[in-house]
């Protein structure tokens, strides 16, 4: 089965279907994350109303908890949350790499260390200690079962010195053949077919992330994964990492953006340069601390603030939180109950917030989707960012 299928083109910006085991996915589109099997406080079926079409998991959290035998015995991780649509799961080395807050940076050199087998690190849940290497990241995302999965890498934030960019960019890739290898054996004896992703990193150095990214295209995985710190950080940081390989990427492979964030800025950043997918934390993380995104047509921005700003609304405001919204939060409360959930820390806010804020992406991917197949990406592009 061909994974990606390209239906139109304007520009870089690009529709399209990826075909998977467990459905298809139109394009481009938003893919929630449920870190722990879980989108946190909201329920599989709600994830569907709100018109999401896929779900990630996250490697690394999964393999401490529930553990990888626990996922076995339920065939995966989707079966393990009733999800019954397509699936990604990342391979957990961004998290052994950033998962410390900053407070603990100074203690992160004994907690990680990273060699060419692997990275090994301790459990941010108990302190005990394990070694995540490329062929155990490739047999944990095989029992997590999802559609797609990605390549173990080391990613770098860009504050590292280009010496340690250059020797994690070269690991990352002695990894990712290796990732590649054991993907490939395993594949063998599965019934669902598994696609690897493979992840371009270099950050906003063009000749690191072209010759990134033709590494992975030597190797063919079936999609191409941008990784790095890069990636969401900034819309116009986005923009430049992204320009550095826009040219070279290929019509007939899907590309994920790993961890893009920005808003809707960094999304049509991203689209404008032939991305088809992404993962994004802060849509959920936002909403449960009141920052809530709004439609050109309330008036233009880009949230509002329910939790730190309790005078903003009148408890007595019996409008919605937006007028053209469909979402089930909506059509069913007003901003003046909503203010008084955050008001009183009652978790009901944090819940429905994020109802809204994944109905409003959906439903920006699918106005992307819809003017990429009419030629009307630029002008929805010039109008949605100027209100």
Not at 168 to 187: D, I, V, Y
Not at 212 to 233: C, E, K, N, Y
Request: a negative charge; proline letters at 5%.
């Amino acid at each position: 089965m061909n994974l990606f299928t390209l239906k139109h083109q304007e520009g870089f910006a690009r529709a399209g279907i990826i075909h998977t085991p467990h459905g298809e996915i139109q394009t481009p589109a938003f893919i929630p994350v449920g870190t722990q099997a879980t989108v946190k406080t909201v329920t599989p079926q709600e994830l569907l109303d709100t018109g999401s079409q896929a779900v990630l998991a996250n490697t690394y959290h999964l393999y401490l908890s529930p553990g990888v035998e626990t996922i076995r015995e339920y065939h995966g991780f989707a079966p393990f949350m009733k999800w019954d649509g397509p699936t990604f799961t990342d391979s957990g080395g961004y998290q052994v790499a950033f998962l410390w807050t900053p407070k603990e940076a100074k203690e992160r050199s004994s907690q990680v260390t990273i060699t060419e087998e692997g990275a090994v690190f301790r459990s941010h849940i108990d302190g005990s200690k394990h070694l995540l290497t490329p062929e155990k990241s490739m047999e944990i995302q095989d029992v997590l079962s999802a559609d797609i999965i990605m390549a173990f890498d080391q990613p770098l934030s860009q504050l590292s010195t280009r010496e340690k960019q250059k020797d994690a960019f070269e690991r990352t890739m002695r990894w990712e053949t290796r990732s590649h290898a054991r993907w490939t054996e395993l594949q063998k004896t599965r019934e669902h077919k598994q696609a690897l992703y493979g992840v371009v990193q270099g950050e906003t150095d063009p000749i690191l992330r072209r010759a990134s990214l033709d590494f992975v295209l030597r190797l063919d995985f079936p999609g191409i994964a941008i990784g790095g710190s890069t990636i969401g950080s900034d819309p116009q940081i986005t923009a430049d990492a992204l320009d550095t390989i826009v040219e070279s990427l290929p019509s007939g492979k899907p590309v994920h953006a790993l961890g893009l964030g920005g808003g809707p800025e960094g999304i049509f950043e991203a689209v404008k340069r032939g991305v088809d997918t992404f993962d994004n934390t802060s849509v959920t993380r936002m909403a449960r601390t009141g920052l809530l995104f709004l439609f050109p047509e309330d008036g233009g921005g880009i949230h509002n603030k329910f939790r730190s700003d309790v005078h903003k609304f009148s408890p007595t405001d019996m409008a919605p939180i937006s007028s053209v919204c469909t979402c089930m939060t909506c059509k069913t409360f007003s901003r003046g109950y909503i203010r008084h959930l955050f008001v009183n820390n009652e978790l009901l806010g944090g819940r429905l917030a994020s109802i809204h804020n994944i109905h409003y992406m959906n439903t920006l991917m699918e106005a992307i989707r819809t003017a990429i197949l009419q030629e009307k990406f630029t002008h929805l592009y010039d109008n949605w960012l100027k209100k």
